[in-house]
């Protein structure tokens, strides 16, 4: 059965770059936000196991994302996919439950390397 995949990013040429970059074989759903708003409101209304996340969004950033995951303890994964690499941004997505921080580009072997590490592939 497929893993359900939300891929939330403000950018369609990012969304498009982690789509592109996840491992073929990995047997996936993808579905695609352009906000943490719209993000949410799948996030509520179905299950899905991964989320790819952008921290610097319109509407409701990746913080305020993470931060509603927590509280609506809605149980995914999710991996933080951005160009904001500030340690002390990465230690707060950390805390807030992200599995992982991978600095936009998008890097193919870190992304395949972090859904093996959590046993996602």
Known sequence: MALPV?????????????RKSLPESFDVEVQTAGNGLEALAILRSQEIGLVFLDLTMPELDGIGVLEAIKADQIDCFVIVIS????????RRVMELGALAFIQKPVNEDKLHGVLRQYGLF
Do not use: G, N
């Open 6 to 18: 939300l891929i939330c990013d403000d950018s369609i040429l990012a969304r498009k770059q982690v």
């Open 83 to 90: 160009a904001d690499i500030q340690p002390e941004m990465q």
